[in-house]
């Protein structure tokens, strides 16, 4: 190999100096600073440095003062052209056309201490930012500065997530969660609600359960437990016998229970665990039987029970009457009354006529039964007696009482 070595080449005014030929390669020592480097198609002004490669192989463009590995200076874009030679099929842009380095907007701007600028186009009303993946777009901020994750335009019932710049969000999934919120370690609020820059309650976790609660001294909230929803104070902690449920003219509609309500305390003594409405056919019966009886249509009945407490009213009128024997019942009570002999119940009649002896005064309930023994007496201080078949009338429209009365039933 022959070696040359001069201070300096100058070709003759209006000729080229060429160095190789066509498949020979030209190699730069390791170390040899390239300053001055001018050609058609590299820079035009050949009054200024073009392209310089220090001894660390940083190259500077625009500049022989290089800052960095690669330092680009002047105006103008950048382009990185991938596949094209005429810039078409361009994939990365840096254009700091329209800024200045006294502080303007640049379409992208890096550096230590300053803000990152991306710009679709500074002078387009409705251009947009897009992220694409695998061809599709991942996410884009529309030109009103909405971000859209899985969306091309704002639309609330398609799946993504919206996030518009008036604050508003939307997150919207296809048979699954739309948002999961997650406090980890410590028990305490997970979602907060404010108005106007003040706190009013919140969402959270206490002991393995969720509760609802407002941050107002006072206020009550819920919590959702172990088979049981309860009161609570502001902290999600339960709050007893201090919430009320409804108010005077905050009323609920209807309360539909399975089990009982407790009034005045927790024991069994307190609970209430059923009301019903409804309606019963009263009748006769004798305590021989083979009785023949036909009511009229006045004769019906009607009960309302708490508990084990049954209030019943109606009347009973026959048409006819034969057979039977010994004493006589009014019966086909709802409920069967209570077998305590202890706790005797009787039944009040406010009307009892058309009977052929004595009419009855009132009636005594029979424990473990569904009836009541008729009773009347001959005289102001007589003792109650029974009534039997001989008082009872056999025509129409006869052995009328009108009849109410409360008894206790098991």
Do not use: W
């Given at each position: 190999?022959?070696?040359?070595k001069v201070?300096?080449?100058?070709?003759?005014t209006?000729t080229?100096i060429t160095l190789?030929?066509?498949?020979?390669?030209?190699s730069?020592?390791?170390?040899v600073?390239?300053?001055?480097f001018t050609s058609?198609?590299?820079?035009?002004?050949?009054t200024s440095?073009?392209?310089?490669?220090?001894?660390?192989?940083?190259?500077?463009?625009?500049?022989?003062s290089i800052?960095?590995?690669l330092?680009?200076?002047?105006?103008?874009?950048?382009?990185?052209?991938?596949?094209?030679?005429?810039?078409?099929?361009a994939?990365?842009?840096?254009?700091?056309?329209?800024?200045?380095?006294?502080?303007?907007?640049f379409?992208l701007?890096?550096?230590?201490?300053?803000?990152?600028?991306?710009?679709?186009?500074?002078?387009?009303?409705?251009a947009e930012?897009?992220?694409r993946?695998?061809?599709s777009?991942?996410?884009?901020?529309d030109s009103?500065?909405?971000v859209l994750?899985?969306?091309?335009?704002?639309?609330?019932?398609s799946?993504?997530t919206i996030?518009?710049?008036?604050?508003?969000?939307?997150?919207?999934?296809t048979?699954d969660?739309a948002?999961?919120?997650?406090?980890k370690?410590t028990?305490?609020?997970?979602l907060?609600?404010?108005?106007?820059?003040?706190v009013?309650g919140?969402i959270?976790?206490?002991?393995?359960d969720?509760?609802?609660?407002?941050?107002?001294?006072g206020h009550k909230?819920?919590?959702?437990g172990?088979?049981?929803?309860?009161?609570?104070?502001?902290?999600?902690?339960t709050?007893?016998?201090?919430?009320?449920?409804?108010?005077?003219?905050?009323?609920?509609?209807?309360l539909?229970?399975?089990g009982?309500?407790?009034?005045g305390?927790?024991?069994?003594?307190?609970a209430?665990d059923?009301?019903?409405?409804?309606?019963?056919?009263?009748t006769?019966?004798?305590e021989?039987?083979?009785?023949s009886?036909?009511?009229d249509g006045?004769t019906?009945?009607?009960y309302i029970?708490?508990?084990q407490l049954?209030?019943?009213?109606g009347?009973?009128?026959?048409?006819?009457w034969?057979?039977?024997?010994?004493?006589?019942?009014l019966g086909g009570f709802?409920?069967?009354?209570?077998s305590?002999?202890?706790?005797?119940?009787?039944?009040g009649?406010?009307?009892?006529?058309?009977f052929?002896?004595?009419?009855?005064?009132?009636?005594e309930?029979v424990?473990?039964g569904?009836k009541?023994?008729?009773?009347?007496?001959?005289?102001?201080?007589?003792?109650?007696?029974?009534?039997?078949?001989?008082?009872?009338?056999?025509?129409?429209?006869?052995?009328?009482?009108?009849?109410?009365?409360v008894?206790?039933?098991?």
């Open positions: 190999m022959s070696e040359i201070n300096k080449i100058t070709p003759r209006g080229t190789g030929d066509s498949g020979d390669s030209l730069i020592a390791s170390g600073a390239l300053t001055d058609t198609g590299i820079d035009d002004n050949a440095t073009a392209l310089t490669i220090d001894s660390s192989g940083n190259i500077g463009i625009g500049t022989s800052n960095s590995k330092d680009v200076r002047g105006t103008g874009a950048i382009t990185l052209n991938v596949g094209s030679t005429d810039g078409t099929s994939r990365l842009t840096l254009d700091a056309t329209n800024g200045d380095a006294s502080g303007g907007d379409p701007l890096l550096s230590d201490g300053s803000d990152l600028l991306i710009e679709a186009n500074n002078s387009t009303s409705d930012i897009r992220f993946n695998n061809g777009d991942a996410m884009r901020i009103s500065g909405n994750v899985g969306q091309s335009t704002v639309s609330t019932s799946p993504g996030i518009t710049q008036s604050g508003k969000s939307y997150h919207i999934a048979s969660i948002l999961a919120l997650d406090r370690t028990d305490g609020e997970i907060q609600i404010r108005k106007d820059q003040t009013l919140g959270g976790s206490n002991d393995g969720v509760y609802i609660s407002s941050s107002t001294s909230g819920l919590r959702f172990n088979g049981a929803i309860v009161p609570t104070n502001t902290s999600g902690g709050d007893d016998n201090a919430t009320t449920l409804g108010g005077a003219t905050q009323r609920f509609a209807n539909y229970l399975g009982s309500v407790y009034l305390g927790t024991g069994s003594a307190n209430l059923d009301y019903e409405e409804g309606s019963f056919t009263p006769y019966s004798t021989g039987g083979g009785e009886i036909t009511y006045i019906s009945g009607s029970k708490v508990g049954v209030l019943i009213t009347n009973i009128r026959t048409n006819g034969s057979g039977g024997s010994s004493y006589v019942y709802p409920f069967t009354v209570n305590d002999e202890n706790a005797k119940s009787y039944i009649f406010a009307r009892a006529n058309n052929t002896g004595e009419s009855p005064l009132n009636g309930c424990n473990g569904t009541a023994f008729l009773k009347y007496r001959t005289s102001v201080s007589g003792d109650h007696q029974n009534t039997d078949v001989s008082d009872m009338n056999t025509g129409t429209t006869k052995n009328v009482i009108y009849f109410t009365g008894y206790r039933t098991s």
